[in-house]
């Protein structure tokens, strides 16, 4: 049937014959056991037929690739040793700096101690010197006036205090269903915080015994919250000065309370509030201020300038973590 087919074509058009699996040599080829292909097979061919049954290979191949492992074993194990013999130096210097960093710590904390009792005794001289006269006492009231607008002095009597910390599990959750990280206190919360407690009317805030200025910036470093530089750790406890009821009447229900309120309810963050009759809040660290000033000029020649302060806002600042959008 295939010679009447192939006879048929050839008479109607002059067209080459075709085998119907000619599309399926592939596969007779595999069942046949042919799996060279054709140039393959005459090469090899040829090759028989010179009397060369391989390929030559290369006089240096096998030892070249010996070498080459080697050579890399004994990179290998020079760097692990190398490895091993700088932990411990690595060890030591760490546990060196941490220790330098104690240290550098306690002296800042000393000096800052030795600065608040002279201020303190400072205080006490004018305030002596300008009671002795009627213009003195009365410089001595709108310095108390600036003082307390620029936290420079300290403050005391009843107050509203806020406390916040990280969830009880933050640190390793037994909630599948909850990032860990959703249960910690960031900076922004601290943020809208002290201006919901600026906003009910304190007339001085502290958190964790920093006082809050103007120019104080709150911010995150690493896991970190920094007031004014200074690292804290929680529970971080704001204080706010002023009428403790007044300020607790104005601060509930606000938009600061009921974000909080809310991450409380939704992961489990501690946020309790409280009136204290008796709260102490220090002074502020005096400023460093800068002026600017014409090239070739001497500083302090002109009277204008401005003051680099450096430090922001408590408003700015972003949340690291995914919890922004529950307002």
């Known amino acids: 049937m295939i010679e009447r087919d192939r006879e048929a074509e050839e008479a109607g058009g002059g067209r080459s014959w075709r085998r119907p699996d000619a599309s399926m040599s592939l596969l007779s080829d595999l069942f046949a056991g042919r799996l060279l292909d054709p140039g393959y097979a005459e090469a090899a061919a040829r090759r028989a ?26 990179l290998v194990f020079v760097a692990g040793a190398e490895v091993r013999r700088s932990e411990p130096v690595a060890a030591a210097q760490r546990s060196r700096l941490v220790d330098e960093i104690h240290a550098r710590t306690g002296e800042t904390d000393d000096l800052q101690r030795r600065l608040d009792r002279l201020r303190a005794e400072t205080e006490r001289e004018r305030a002596a010197a300008l009671a002795r006269s009627a213009d003195g006492r009365h410089a001595r009231e709108s310095l108390a006036e600036a003082s307390a607008a620029a936290a420079a002095a300290p403050v005391s009597g009843a107050g509203f205090v806020v406390t916040l910390d990280d969830a009880s599990g933050a640190d390793g959750d037994d909630r599948h269903d909850q990032d860990p990280a959703d249960g910690r206190i960031y900076d922004q919360d601290l943020q809208i915080l002290v201006n919901g407690l600026w906003a009910a009317g304190a007339t001085a805030i502290a958190v964790n015994g920093q006082r809050l200025t103007a120019t104080t910036a709150i911010r995150t470093a690493g896991e970190a919250i920094l007031v004014d530089y200074r690292p804290l750790g929680g529970p ?76 922001g806002g408590q408003g700015a600042g972003s949340r690291g973590n995914g919890r922004g959008g529950h307002e």
């Open 49 to 74: 037929a010179a009397g060369d049954s391989a390929p030559r290979r290369s006089r240096f191949g096998g030892g070249g690739v010996l070498l080459v492992l080697v050579l890399v074993g004994v």
């Open 236 to 311: 971080y406890e704001v204080t706010a000065a002023g009428d403790p009821d007044r300020v607790r009447d104005a601060y509930r229900d606000s938009a600061a309370d009921r974000r909080l309120r809310l991450l409380k309810e939704r992961y489990r963050i501690r946020y309790d509030t409280r009136r204290d009759d008796r709260v102490s809040l220090p002074a502020a660290a005096a400023l460093q201020l800068r002026y600017a000033h014409p090239q070739g000029e001497e500083p302090g020649a002109t009277g204008g300038g401005h003051r680099d302060g450096g430090q």
